[in-house]
């Protein structure tokens, strides 16, 4: 696996880790595919740090080829942003400053299961449910649905098990700028993408 991660980003921590795993909203699922080029999918992952747990469509030829080659590479992407230079301070004194994009995220590589029993396929499908579902006032579940429509819809889909071998986090969130600089684009972003300057100023208390 590789992902260009200078130290000052690197993000090891396992419970950090999970967190923002867990926080992702649309991971992506990629693995060696046909021609030298790769095999994408976004999917709505769970994962409780030793499993990655998913469903693809079964039309999507994605899950052929990882039977066939199952090692894949899950992508959970998290806050990120544009940074302009006009927040550092360094700016005024010398002008030797250029702009960057700040980000979170973190990469799982494993073995790739594929799930089709039906029993197993509704167990995944309720749990991704449930917890898309649990901040909403009116909640919906699998079980609110016709029983012999749930499992028609089920055949129409495989369950994805990736079983985590390595993790590499990185949070590039302006750890390298001077605080007066950092404090500066914390402000900034505040305005326009919350979730960037809640991330940076989590990294700058050291979560």
Partial sequence: MS?????AFREDRPEVLLRLMRS????LLVSHGANGLPDVTHLPLLTDGVRIVGHMARANPHWKSLRENPRALAIFPGADGYVSPSNYV?????????????????????????????????????????HHEATRQE???????????IS???????????????LIGKRKL???????????????????????AEAMR??????
């Fill in 90 to 130: 360094s700016k005024a004194e010398h002008h030797r400053v250029v702009p960057t994009w700040n980000y979170e995220a973190v990469h799982a590589e494993g073995r790739v299961e594929i799930v089709e029993d039906a029993a197993a396929l509704h167990e995944i499908v309720s749990t991704l449910t449930n």
């Fill in 202 to 207: 989590a990294a700058r208390e050291g979560n």
């Fill in 152 to 166: 028609g819809q089920l055949k129409g889909i495989v369950g994805v098990v990736l079983t985590i071998e390595a």
């Fill in 139 to 149: 909640r919906w579940a699998v079980a609110d649905a016709p029983a012999e429509f």
């Fill in 174 to 196: 302006s750890q390298n700028r001077p605080p007066a600089d950092r404090d500066r684009v914390v402000a900034d972003v505040n305005y326009n993408n919350a979730p960037l």
């Fill in 24 to 27: 992702s909203r649309l991971p």
């Fill in 3 to 7: 992902l260009y991660n200078p130290a």
